[in-house]
């Protein structure tokens, strides 16, 4: 394994994040696209400096010379010109043109999309359906229409494309500016004083920059076709003067003859607009944040395991679940930063375990990779062995996807973002039984369990979306789908947190009642005290990624031993204590 992993003891250093450049070259498609879109830029930029003929001097003796003639690396035209230097020249002015059309497309599409999406009312309206006339035309016949009006020319083929464009811009941007113009931080500065103008210069537009940035990388070869497009019907450069598009239609009657003519600009606008879009997919990777902090936005299946070696057991014979010496690091750069280390437990048929600890302990961490749930990259699985039932599940990713569901079902902590909000909450339930194999109707099924985990009505809320049910019936369907495979061990993470107390108690009665029917194993990731005490049979105490005491609940919560867990315990507030509870705060400080 390249990546380094810190020690437990040494200090944390801080992440080698990879910069910008670093991210680009690691995509090898826009590596290739940045190597030869500087080629083709730098060679058309340097190209009056080079020992080149004159692009437009003609020599009708040396017409139609074949590729690698002495003189003319890449042949000569129909009138004797040289190839190769035309063919830098011409470049030059087609990028010039495709680039600055995409700047005033996008300067003016941006600030058409910024008044639209911010105004609202009849300004979005009276706005929009202009962008929608122009949109109603076909592009190329629009362009060929405002060219006609205007007169043939660069300039004039410049205009035409980057009106054309607006719409892409401006539509994009409005979208982007609607969704940050109702953010609470957007709020905050009109509440502070800031006028209209203020507000869009200070706090929009710096959000809607990456918008801008990638759409510019992905139009800018867009741009160089159409302008290539326009100079090949004769309405862009005029002779003297050539741009790529031109020179193929001046090739067009010598396709036959010499063929090389044509294909020698058809093959440069190809690179050139393919190199464009790929750099522009590297440019729009290095505008993620999540790339820029490492962390990839095409995830694996499962979460990647390297480990050394696979440890004993070390639980009972009769443990349905066993962990030995789990450890999980993320990858910072070159660099892995460990979150969980060598962290052991076992869980008995019917048995609650009760996982806790402060925030960022590691505890989520933990139950995620039982299943391989983890996002890998950045997670790696560095250590330890996960057996249900006696078999390892890091041993292969198939095996791990296998028992999802059907041996292990997970209830996550936010069922609002975890549920589709697309999709019915019975529809969602009744894909889980599809997926797991369970025989009868899928409908009948999905309402039974629905039945099961207490939802009223559950026919009647069969085609409810999860935004139309409250917090603990959505909690509900959670563990719903969670008990569709009929899983021998339930992780519940933090399942009551944001409930109130009396929904708070519902969740827990059924988790115990699902534990005394059908025996379940469950490991609760909690931070509260009163659910630990009212739930579990035994406990365990995370800090910094390591389990530092574990026992009987009425133990650890009597008779704490380890330092951290009596600060734990400590730090819940007691009815009547008033300024002690604070007091006491300061002395745990």
Known sequence: MNATLARPGAPAAPPSRPGAFELLLANRLSALGLVVFVLLAGAALLAPLLPLPDPDATAPA???????????????????????????????????????????????????????????????????????????????LLALAIVAVLGPGL????????????????????????????????????????????????????????VVVVAMSSTIG?????????????????????????????????????????????????????????????????????LRS?????????????????????????????????????????????????????????????????????????????????????AVITGGAVRLGGQDVLASPSLMQALRGRRIGYVFQDPLTTLHPLMSVGRQVAE???????????????????????????????DAYPHELSGGQRQRVGIAMALAGEPDILVADEPTTALDVTVQARILDLLRELRRERGLALLLITHDFGVVAGMCDRVAVMRRGEIVETGETRQVLARPAHPYTRRLIEAVPRPGEGRAFLQRMRGLA
């Open 294 to 378: 490492g962390t990839l936005v095409r995830p694996q299946a499962v979460t990647e395991v390297r480990r050394a070696g696979v440890p004993e057991p070390g639980g009972a014979g009769a443990a349905r679940l066993d962990v030995s010496g789990l450890s999980v690091a993320f990858r910072s750069g070159g660099d892995l930063a460990p979150a969980v280390r060598g962290v052991s437990f076992a869980i008995a048929p019917g048995e609650c375990l009760g996982l806790i600890g402060e925030s960022g302990s590691g505890k989520s961490v933990t139950a995620l990779s039982l299943a391989g749930l983890v996002a890998s990259p950045p």
């Open 222 to 290: 867009w741009m160089i076709l159409e302008t290539a497009g326009l100079s090949f019907l004769g309405l862009g450069a005029q002779p003297p003067a050539a741009d790529l598009g031109s020179m193929l239609g001046q090739a067009r009657a010598q396709l036959f003859v010499a063929p090389h003519v044509a294909f020698v600009p058809g093959l440069a606008i190809f690179a050139l607009v393919m190199s464009i879009n790929l750099l522009g997919d590297g440019v729009r990777d290095v505008l993620d944040p999540r």
């Open 62 to 140: 040396n017409r139609l010379q074949p590729l690698l003639s002495v003189g003319h690396l890449l042949g000569t035209d129909h009138l004797g010109r040289d190839l190769l230097a035309r063919l830098l020249h011409g470049t030059r002015v087609s990028l010039a043109v495709g680039i600055g059309a995409t700047l005033v497309a996008a300067v003016l599409g941006t600030l058409v999309g910024l008044v639209a999406g911010y105004a609202g009312r009849w300004t979005d309206t009276v706005l929009m359906r202009l962008v929608d006339m122009l949109m109603a035309f076909p592009y190329i």
């Open 432 to 462: 889980a039984v599809a997926v797991h194999g369970a025989g009868g109707s899928m409908r009948d099924r999905a309402v039974a369990l629905m039945e099961r985990t207490g939802i009223r009505d559950a026919a009647a809320r069969f």
């Open 155 to 210: 300039l004039n083929a410049l205009y035409a494309i980057a009106i054309v464009n607006i719409p892409f811009f401006a539509r994009n941007i409005r979208g982007a500016v609607i969704g940050l113009s109702r953010q609470p931080f957007v709020d905050a500065a009109r509440l502070s004083g800031k006028g209209p103008v203020s507000v869009l210069l200070t706090e929009i537009l710096p959000g809607v920059l990456p």
